[in-house]
């Protein structure tokens, strides 16, 4: 992935994450979406929960998050920032 399409996609993960809708075309194997699609709701998830939940249903989100920013890195060679 190039410098540039990352940072992109980062900063715009951000505002999904933050609740906002960016508008973005998203490319690669189904898998690769597939993943991408999970580790961020497991974001979006886990800043929800901060702000709303129990310390036990941010650890638990916290822990799925985790796991799918691991897969994330399997198949992307680099490291979830969020």
Known sequence: MKKESKKILVASSAAYILGMKPKIE???TSEE???FKEVLEAS?????????SSNDQVKKTLNSKN??????NQIFGWLWPF
């Open 33 to 35: 979406i597939k993943v």
């Open 44 to 52: 979006k998830d886990l800043y929800n929960d901060l702000q709303e």
């Open 67 to 72: 796991k799918k920013a691991e897969k994330f």
């Open 26 to 28: 998203i490319k690669g």
